[in-house]
């Protein structure tokens, strides 16, 4: 069975300072992976994929990814962290039938300091 | 990208009662249908998958009986949570079945309270 480790539970980073959420996956095939953060009480929102082809994919809000088939990793960066960034990230796998059905990490809590 | 309406967005019950929560695919069809529930400080978990004009799979662990879901046309499907226990208590997002090389789209929530 597939499944997603989201190592760190909680990170808090300084605004302005440069971000980096982990996320390793489990999975017999090419997977494809997301990334969703999601506000308190509110539903998620992508904030990119990677299906297939260039490993680094750049997504919304400055966020960018990079796949490492070697790793089973798809890291979640961002070079300057801004204070309304702060939320909950998910990494998650999909079949590459329907990604509507997900696998997802337990997710990290970004605090940002001011 | 596609528009998912899900209703209520948040709703208090009394223990004993039942509650319908509805997931509508504004702008496609959807010949399936994701439940998933998140309890506070947790992750999403896949509940089950209701597929149109047919019985819905349930995960390993989710009383079929106490989460009744529908899926009577191809932009509608309902969650209907009976005899709500306080243990029920939780936030449900539905996300309609997308096709290959397509991202997954998500309802906004709704955030369930029983009392």
């Known amino acids: 069975a597939q499944s997603v480790t989201q190592p760190d539970i909680h990170i808090t980073v300084s605004e302005g300072a440069s971000l980096e959420l982990r996320c390793n996956y489990s999975?017999?095939?090419?997977?494809?992976l997301f990334w969703y953060v999601q506000s308190p009480g509110q539903g998620l929102q992508l904030l990119l994929k990677?299906?297939?082809?260039?490993?680094l994919v750049q997504g919304i809000k400055g966020f960018e990814a990079e796949f490492k088939r070697s790793q089973s990793s798809f890291n979640l960066r961002k070079p300057s962290v801004h204070w309304s960034d702060a939320a909950e990230y998910f990494c998650?796998?999909?079949?590459?039938?329907?990604?509507?059905?997900?696998?997802f990490g337990d997710g990290t809590t970004l605090t940002v300091k001011p | 990208g596609a528009v998912v309406s899900q209703h209520p967005s948040w709703v208090i019950c009394k223990s004993g009662t039942s509650v319908k929560i509805e997931c509508r695919s504004l702008?496609?069809?959807?010949?399936?249908m994701f439940w998933y529930r998140q309890f506070p400080k947790q992750s999403l978990m896949l509940m089950a998958t209701?597929?149109?004009?047919?019985?819905?799979?349930?995960e390993q662990g989710v009383e079929k009986d106490k989460f009744l879901i529908n899926h009577a046309s191809l932009t509608l499907s309902t969650l209907t949570v009976t005899s709500a226990h306080p243990e029920d208590s939780s936030f449900y997002i539905c996300?309609?079945?997308?096709?290959?090389?397509?991202?997954?789209?998500f309802g906004q929530g709704t955030r369930l309270t029983v009392v």
């Open positions: 209701s597929n149109e004009g047919s019985k819905a799979t349930y």
């Open positions: 996300s309609p079945g997308a096709g290959p090389n397509t991202e997954a789209f």
């Open positions: 990677y299906f297939s082809g260039d490993t």
């Open positions: 702008d496609f069809q959807a010949t399936t």
């Open positions: 999975y017999g095939a090419t997977p494809y």
């Open positions: 998650a796998v999909a079949f590459n039938t329907n990604a509507g059905k997900s696998t």
